[in-house]
């Protein structure tokens, strides 16, 4: 019944899929107070992640607080108005500073990008780029914006934007509620059709409400990117069921090195170019070219614990 | 007349054999690889042969010979020698069977290492005729035989494909480089070997 509306257009089946989804959520500014919004309300759980108390200048824009909030914590604010709007999915909250001691509080389905400052957003990058965790990068500020999803294996954050030490801020160049809430919206629209793998965006989107101006901006891979380059390939895998959906298959475009692998796990049988490993009690099977099978596995978690695991030895 | 049946557990043996069957009585033979696969192609070979009123099925392991296979020749004629092999270890079994055929369900122009070529190299391994009922037909008349006759379902379902096939085999082989490549290994001792690992699979008519 809650969301027999979305339910017309997305299907039963996609409201199932993101039911069991979690998209970790960084920063509960403007962005990402609505993001939470629209995400609680959309059934899907949330992981929260800020270190700031609501103070009346945010009022303005970050539109799950109150008046009555102010000089409280965001996340756990944010946590009892969304718990009153959806009780039945999760939302865990961590009122931490995201640093890269306590990166892997993102770990989830998908991260929304909803920050202020670029050192996070590298850190951010840089762990999803890792561990195959797709994530949608939004900023905003006066009344411009701009999303961008960040796909394991395509372009990543550090192919296009440079660390610079000062960055624009919202606190001396303003902000618009307007372009915050649509920047936001489109983000969680499309960490949706991510998760649902459908039809999601490949270019950046800029926006500009001064002239209502919607540029789309085709982004290819740099090679000399520090994080993605050479490391390209072997993040460049997709998992899927075999043709007649007996095994779970990772592919790779990348060659694995066989005699490292070897050395470094159990190996049950060895056809020179084929091995039948044991790894955590799994049967894993490898190829030279690069394809990892699963025979029996289905846990998706374990799976790419595994594939990192072999794609890290191997390459 | 007798035949040994090649029974892979896919779509294409079952119906030769139900091409045959009122002709022939007929066995049935199936060789795994697993642990390189899982054990449907078994699961589904024994199902066969209940559907098709077969009682003997014989099951021999083969993952080591095709290990072997893979280790010491040409991985490109993979497909070539170790059908080759197989063929040998039928023909014997066949012998000790007394067959007069083998009956297998090959059929040209389906997958690259089924060509006239390759299936004229592997037939020279071995001496005892070899029935191919489906040689000429195309996989649509195939598949709609297979629904006809009801093996089309337990063919179907998920199987692992053989992982340690090349990915680009030979599709042509001439049977002196066979013959060279397979001097690297000891035909005559993995002949030996499989036929002491042949189990026989008494299928109970359903």
Redesign the interface.
């Known amino acids: 019944m809650r969301y027999s509306r979305q339910e017309i257009l997305i299907g039963r089946e996609a409201q199932d899929l993101i039911r069991n989804k979690i998209i970790a959520i960084v920063g509960l500014g403007a962005l990402g107070t609505n993001a939470a919004n629209l995400l609680a309300r959309s059934g899907i759980n949330l992981i929260l992640i800020d270190y700031d108390k609501i103070d009346l200048t945010n009022l303005q824009r970050q539109n799950i607080f109150t008046e009555q909030d102010i000089n409280k914590n965001k996340v756990e604010v944010a946590k009892n108005y969304l718990e009153k709007v959806n009780q039945d999915i999760k939302i865990k909250v961590y009122n931490e500073k995201l640093d890269k001691d306590n990166l892997s509080l993102i770990k989830s389905d998908l991260v929304l990008d909803c920050t202020d400052n670029l050192e996070t957003r590298f850190l951010i990058n840089e762990f999803c780029y890792k561990n195959n965790i797709p994530f949608v990068h939004a900023a905003a500020i006066q009344d411009k914006g701009v999303i961008f999803n960040i796909i394991p294996g395509k372009a990543c954050f550090n192919c296009i934007y440079k660390f610079t030490g000062d960055i624009e801020r919202c606190e001396d160049l303003g902000v618009l509620n307007t372009i915050t809430t649509l920047i936001s919206s489109l983000q969680v629209n499309e960490a949706i059709k991510i998760l649902l793998n459908k039809n999601y965006e490949t270019n950046l989107i800029r926006i500009n409400l001064s002239n209502n101006n919607i540029e789309k901006i085709k982004i290819n891979k740099n090679p000399n990117c520090e994080i993605c380059k050479g490391s390209s390939t072997e993040k460049n895998f997709e998992l899927k069921l ?6 779970l298959t990772l592919r790779t475009n990348k060659p694995l090195n066989l005699e490292k692998i070897r050395k470094s796990f159990g190996v ?7 091995l ?1 490993l044991d790894i955590d009690n799994e ?1 894993v ?1 490898i ?1 030279k ?1 690069g ?1 990892i ?1 699963f ?2 596995l289905r846990d998706e978690d374990k799976i790419m614990r595994i594939a990192n695991q072999i794609y890290q030895i191997g390459r | 007349m007798k035949a040994l049946a090649l029974l892979s557990g896919g779509f294409d043996s079952p119906v030769a054999i139900y091409l045959m069957k009122n002709k022939l009585e007929t066995d049935a033979l199936h060789f795994s690889l697993e642990p390189f696969t899982n054990d449907i192609p078994e699961k589904k070979s024994i199902e066969l042969c209940k559907k098709l009123g077969i009682k003997n099925l014989y099951v021999i392991n083969h993952s080591r010979e095709h290990e072997e296979i893979v280790n010491k020749c040409d991985h490109r004629y993979y497909y070539v020698i170790s059908r080759r092999l197989m063929y040998k270890v039928a023909e014997e079994l066949a012998k000790k069977l007394n067959c007069d055929y083998l009956l297998d369900g090959c059929n040209i122009g389906q997958v690259s290492s089924q060509t006239l070529s390759n299936l004229s190299v592997i037939t020279q391994a071995i001496n005892i005729p070899v029935l191919r009922p489906l040689l000429c037909y195309d996989k649509d008349q195939i598949i709609k035989l297979a629904r006809k006759i009801g093996t089309y379902e337990l063919s179907k379902g998920p199987e692992m494909c053989n992982i340690l096939g090349p990915k680009h085999p030979h599709t042509r082989s001439r049977l002196e480089i066979i013959e060279k490549e397979e001097s690297k290994i000891n035909i005559n001792k993995l002949l030996e070997d499989s036929l002491k690992n042949i189990i026989l699979k008494n299928v109970i008519k359903t």
């Open positions: 075999c043709k007649t959906g007996a095994t049950l049988r060895d056809a020179k170019v084929t039948l049967q099977i190829n070219n394809e099978i025979k029996t």
